[in-house]
Each structure stands twice: as structure tokens, then as C-alpha cells.
């Protein structure tokens, strides 16, 4: 059994299993980039190639997922990439992706739920029922004029009242959480299912060509339109990071981790091409954009019903990866207050069902305040920001601890090798999974950019107000702690791990 690491703060009941969480994987994972990215990343980015943007993604988290399998098994604690940063480069560096980790949480929790509210605005279509757009609609207008209806205060309430009541259903406790998981996965894995049978009777080829469109301009179509797509799609693997995030709550962590890991990504990585490739063969790739594009492709050749029956399955499927969100974004905030980076409150557990509640119930809110306020087009792209800096950092910390913790016990390790080259290990996968990373925070920051000089400044101004309060609050966090505790040591702990 895995020794737990001691750090002074309550600990977590260890009540996942291999299959519990493959499914919080594929939970988070197969949700809104499924159901809604296919559409937006096709419409605008790479036009039928977004099939092979999600498999382009998958590889590069795939790499990192390996490098992550290696630090969750030697390091079965809470916080994942947070936590392994900390004990390879210190708290300093650990705040860094701490933060970037709590802006990819925040962010993918209202995109997520930012499709959520669209898909059951769209049920309730179906049924005659139309909510007021003051209550349904962001308060900040996205990239195109139509994001947002003119006159009056806007806000979408509907996204955060379902952050709510996701965190309400978190806080009575892992195991019931990860039930309540297990079947809203086994619903939407079914809906998907019969999507792609009826779809594929009702492809047409020739939608496919050209299957990667010549450019348009800058990130749209072409070759630097598949990049920018592939950049986009990549937040929805950010399943991988909260599987790792369950590593304090695995009963036999050196097991069920790495099948978390690299199941979560193949069920996935399957899923979304085959999916997409139904999904812009079924209608042309330009009308896409829409916030339901698979329920519109559906009742598009001729089976309306059959898409009231995929948006059950969609509000499903993002109702899970809401879930599995909130779930990792407030185990990142526990681990980070356990090290005294945030506030002890984050901490307190809950006297009868053991979850974080202060932290679930703030996560959750803030979450839901963001999709109250942004549209979904600029929350996935901040979103990859945050994922693909955690990835450097884990990338980073296995090839640092290869060197400063030669000895740590690793039940599982990365293949094909590297060499030591003063105080990293490069290892090949590591360094693929680093390049990768930094590539696509590259492409993301040039389409903001893009997107800012073409009068689009909002996910900009955003980026940088958010990283100049990480900054503020880094160096006020170190002013108290040098002025009223000794140096805080993130070092890896004595204790074997296994």
C-alpha cells in the first residue's frame, strides 16, 4: 500500500479504484470538447482536419500523461502538478503553476457549464420554453457582434446556478460523488454511441473536401489554422491533470494511476475523432459554430428527435465534466494550503463526509461568476494557457527529480531514456511533452493577440490582469511568511513512496 506523505494537514480518504478513476477521467475529458469544441474549432480553425487536431492534441497530452504517471505513482498526494513542481523548484515556481492551475480550473469550469446552459436552453426549446437573455446570456460579448444581444444587463445565471449545484453534490463525499459520476459517464458514452451509429449511415464525403481548407488569413484554415485549432482543442484533455489530482484519494496509487492515465486518454482520444469526423461529414463544416452543434447536425439530416435525445446526453456529459472539474480545482487548493500558499480554510474538511467543503463551495462560485460574465469562445482559449503551463511543469519536475531524488522509488517509470545534463535528466518524452507545451502557449498568445488587434481585446486584457494578480499576491504571500514563519520546505519528504 502507498505511504501517505505527511504534512500536518487533515488527509483525505484514499476510496478510488482503477475503474473510479478512469471514468473521473472520461468524466472530465469526453464532456465539452466533445459536444461543443468540434464545431466552434472546425467552423473557424481547420474546417474537417479538427478530426485530426483532436488526435494531434491527444498525442501531446499523451507524452505529458507519461510524465505524469511517473511523479503520481512516486507521489501519491494531493495537487498533481502543483505539488510535484513544489518539491522539484521550491514554492516560488510552485505558486507560478498553482496559479496557472486555478486560472485552467476556473476557466474550464465556466466554459463548461458556459455549454451546459446552452444545451438546456436548447431543450427547452424543444418543449416551448424560452428563458428570459438577461438570465441566459453573458455580460461580456465575445469575438463576433452576435455574442450578445444589444440593450440592458446581461448574465448568465443559468451556468452559475449549475456550478452550484455540481458543488452541493461534491461536498457529501468522494465515493458518492464518483457514483454520481459513474452513471452521467455511462449516459453521454451511450448517447455518443448512437450518434455514431445513425450518423455514420448518413455521412457524405464530399464534405470532407478539402479536408484541411487553404487559409483565409492568420489562424484561419491553413496550416496555422491547425495549429490554432489543435491549441483550442487541447483543454479538453484536462482530464489527465484531475486524475492526477485523485492521487491522495487511490487506494493503491502505484496500480490504478497510470490506468486512470493512459485509459482516460485512448477511450478519449477514440471518441473524439471518430466524432468529429461523423460530425463534418454530416453538414457542412462552416455552419458549425452554433452551441449545440451535434444536436444541429442530427435534426440537420432529418432526425429532430434523435437530437433532443443527444442534448439529454450532452447536459450529461458536461454535468460530469463539471463535476470531475470541480472536484480537481479544489483538491489543487487544498494541496496549495496545505503548504501555506493559500489560506488554512481551504483545508478544513468536513466533519462527516471528509471533502474540502470551504474550498468546493468557493471554487464552484468563482467558476460560476466567470461564465456569468464571459462567453465560452474566450474562456477555451485562456483555458489551454493554464493547461500547457501545468504540462511544462510536469515535464520540468520529472526531469529535475531524476536528478535531486535519484533514489525515490518510481513503480512506474517513462521509456526510451535520456541523458543528465547539469541539473536535469532529458529525457526524450519529457523534452517532447516541454517543446509541446510551450508551442502551443506560443500559438494561443499570437491568436489573442490577433484577436486584440482586430478590436477583440477581452481574453487579452483578462490574461494579464490575472497574471498581474498572481504576481501581487506571490510577493505579499512571501512578505508574510518571511516575516512570521521560518522558510517553507516543499522538498520532497524522506519517506519512501510506493
Same mark, same amino acid.
Request: glycine share 12%; aromatic share 8%.
Given at each position: 500500500?502507498a505511504a501517505?506523505?505527511?504534512?500536518?494537514?487533515?488527509?483525505?480518504?484514499r476510496?478510488?479504484?482503477?475503474?473510479?478513476l478512469?471514468?473521473?477521467g472520461?468524466g472530465?475529458v469526453?464532456?465539452?470538447?466533445?459536444?461543443?469544441l468540434? $464545431?466552434?474549432? &472546425? =467552423?473557424?480553425?481547420? +474546417?474537417?482536419a479538427? !478530426? /485530426?487536431? *483532436?488526435?494531434a #492534441?491527444? %498525442? @501531446?497530452?499523451?507524452?505529458?500523461?507519461?510524465?505524469?504517471?511517473e511523479?503520481?505513482?512516486?507521489m501519491?498526494?494531493?495537487g498533481a502538478?502543483?505539488?510535484?513542481?513544489?518539491?522539484?523548484? $521550491?514554492?516560488? &515556481? =510552485?505558486?507560478?503553476? +498553482?496559479?496557472?492551475? !486555478? /486560472?485552467? *480550473?476556473?476557466? #474550464?469550469? %465556466? @466554459?463548461?457549464s458556459?455549454?451546459f446552459?446552452?444545451?438546456?436552453?436548447?431543450?427547452?426549446?424543444?418543449?416551448?420554453?424560452d428563458?428570459p437573455?438577461?438570465l441566459?446570456h453573458?455580460?461580456?460579448?465575445?469575438? &463576433?457582434?452576435?455574442?450578445?444581444p444589444?440593450?440592458g444587463?446581461?448574465?448568465?445565471?443559468? #451556468?452559475?446556478? @449549475?456550478?452550484?449545484?455540481?458543488?452541493?453534490t461534491?461536498?457529501?463525499?468522494?465515493?458518492?460523488s464518483?457514483?454520481?459520476?459513474?452513471?452521467l459517464?455511462?449516459v453521454?458514452?451511450?448517447?455518443?454511441?448512437?450518434?455514431?451509429?445513425i450518423?455514420a449511415?448518413?455521412?457524405q464525403?464530399?464534405?470532407?473536401?478539402p479536408?484541411?481548407?487553404?487559409?483565409?488569413?492568420?489562424f484561419?484554415?491553413?496550416?496555422?489554422?491547425?495549429?490554432r485549432?489543435?491549441?483550442?482543442?487541447?483543454?479538453?484533455?484536462?482530464?489527465?491533470?484531475?486524475?492526477?489530482?485523485?492521487?491522495?484519494e487511490?487506494r493503491?496509487?502505484a496500480?490504478?494511476?497510470?490506468?486512470?492515465?493512459?485509459g482516460?486518454?485512448?477511450?478519449s482520444?477514440?471518441?473524439?475523432?471518430?466524432?468529429?469526423?461523423?460530425?463534418?461529414?454530416?453538414v457542412p463544416?462552416r455552419?458549425?459554430?452554433?452551441?449545440?452543434?451535434?444536436?444541429?447536425?442530427?435534426?440537420?439530416?432529418?432526425y429532430?428527435g434523435?437530437?433532443?435525445?443527444?442534448?439529454?446526453?450532452?447536459?450529461?456529459?458536461?454535468?460530469?465534466?463539471m463535476?470531475?472539474?470541480?472536484?480537481?480545482?479544489?483538491?489543487?487548493c487544498f494541496?496549495?494550503?496545505?503548504?501555506?500558499?493559500?489560506p488554512n480554510?481551504?483545508?478544513?474538511?468536513?466533519?462527516?463526509?471528509?471533502?474540502p467543503?470551504?474550498?468546493?463551495?468557493?471554487?464552484?462560485?468563482?467558476?460560476?461568476l466567470?461564465?456569468?460574465?464571459f462567453?465560452?469562445?474566450i474562456?477555451a482559449d485562456?483555458?489551454?494557457?493554464?493547461?500547457?503551463?501545468a504540462?511544462?511543469?510536469v515535464?520540468?519536475?520529472?526531469m529535475r527529480?531524476?536528478?535531486?531524488?535519484p533514489?525515490?522509488?518510481?513503480?512506474f517509470?517513462l521509456?526510451l531514456?535520456?541523458?543528465?545534463?547539469?541539473?536535469l535528466?532529458?529525457?526524450?518524452?519529457?523534452?517532447?511533452?516541454?517543446?509541446?507545451?510551450?508551442?502551443?502557449?506560443?500559438v494561443?498568445?499570437?491568436?489573442?493577440?490577433?484577436?486584440?488587434?482586430?478590436?477583440?481585446?477581452?481574453?487579452?486584457?483578462?490574461?494579464l490582469?490575472?497574471?498581474?494578480?498572481?504576481?501581487?499576491?506571490?510577493?505579499?504571500r512571501?512578505?508574510?511568511?518571511?516575516?512570521?514563519?521560518?522558510?517553507q520546505?516543499l522538498?520532497?519528504p524522506?519517506?519512501?513512496?510506493s
Open positions: 500500500m501517505e506523505i505527511k504534512t500536518g494537514a487533515p488527509s483525505l480518504h476510496a478510488l479504484g482503477p475503474v473510479d478512469l471514468l473521473l472520461v472530465c469526453v464532456g465539452a470538447g466533445i459536444y461543443i468540434p $464545431g466552434v474549432a &472546425a =467552423a473557424e480553425y481547420a +474546417g474537417p479538427v !478530426t /485530426l487536431a *483532436f488526435v #492534441a491527444a %498525442a @501531446a497530452c499523451g507524452l505529458t500523461g507519461l510524465c505524469y504517471a511523479l503520481a505513482t512516486a501519491p498526494i494531493a502538478s502543483y505539488s510535484y513542481v513544489a518539491r522539484a523548484f $521550491g514554492p516560488v &515556481a =510552485a505558486f507560478g503553476v +498553482g496559479w496557472a492551475l !486555478t /486560472l485552467e *480550473f476556473l476557466l #474550464a469550469g %465556466a @466554459a463548461v458556459t455549454g446552459a446552452s444545451y438546456f436552453m436548447s431543450l427547452l426549446h424543444e418543449f416551448g420554453i428563458l437573455q438577461a441566459t453573458a455580460s461580456i460579448a465575445g469575438t &463576433a457582434p452576435t455574442d450578445l444589444t440593450g444587463f446581461h448574465t448568465n445565471a443559468l #451556468a452559475l446556478l @449549475a456550478l452550484l449545484i455540481v458543488g452541493g461534491l461536498m457529501r463525499g468522494v465515493r458518492e464518483a457514483r454520481a459520476n459513474a452513471v459517464v455511462v453521454k458514452i451511450s448517447v455518443l454511441l448512437t450518434f455514431l451509429l450518423g449511415r448518413h455521412v464525403p464530399a464534405l470532407w473536401h479536408f484541411l481548407p487553404p487559409s483565409e488569413g492568420p484561419r484554415y491553413g496550416a496555422s489554422g491547425f495549429l485549432a489543435a491549441s483550442v482543442v487541447v483543454f479538453a484533455y484536462l482530464g489527465f491533470d484531475t486524475v492526477a489530482t485523485a492521487a491522495a487511490a493503491k496509487p496500480r490504478d494511476l497510470p490506468i486512470g492515465l493512459i482516460t486518454l485512448t477511450v482520444a477514440l471518441l473524439y475523432a471518430l466524432v468529429s469526423l461523423v460530425l463534418t461529414g454530416l463544416f455552419t458549425l459554430n452554433v452551441p449545440d452543434p451535434v444536436a444541429f447536425a442530427m435534426a440537420h439530416v432529418g429532430p434523435i437530437g433532443m435525445l443527444l442534448r439529454v446526453g450532452a447536459l450529461a456529459g458536461l454535468a460530469s465534466v463535476l470531475a472539474n470541480t472536484y480537481g480545482h479544489s483538491r489543487i494541496a496549495m494550503a496545505r503548504d501555506g500558499l493559500l480554510w481551504f483545508t478544513r474538511l468536513h466533519p462527516r463526509h471528509g471533502t467543503g470551504h474550498g468546493i463551495a468557493l471554487t464552484a462560485g468563482a467558476a460560476g466567470l461564465a456569468a460574465l462567453p465560452i469562445g474562456l485562456l483555458v489551454s494557457i493554464g493547461t500547457m503551463v504540462f511544462a511543469g515535464a520540468l519536475s520529472v527529480m531524476r536528478v535531486t531524488a533514489d525515490m522509488v518510481r513503480p517509470r521509456p531514456g535520456g541523458v543528465r545534463i547539469g541539473g535528466w532529458l529525457g526524450i518524452i519529457p523534452v517532447c511533452a516541454l517543446f509541446l507545451s510551450l508551442t502551443t502557449i506560443g494561443v498568445i499570437a491568436g489573442l493577440w490577433q484577436q486584440a488587434r482586430m478590436g477583440h481585446p477581452a481574453a487579452a486584457i483578462f490574461l490582469l490575472y497574471v498581474t494578480a498572481g504576481c501581487v499576491l506571490s510577493v505579499i512571501a512578505r508574510i511568511v518571511n516575516k512570521t514563519s521560518p522558510k520546505d522538498t520532497l524522506k519517506e519512501s513512496i
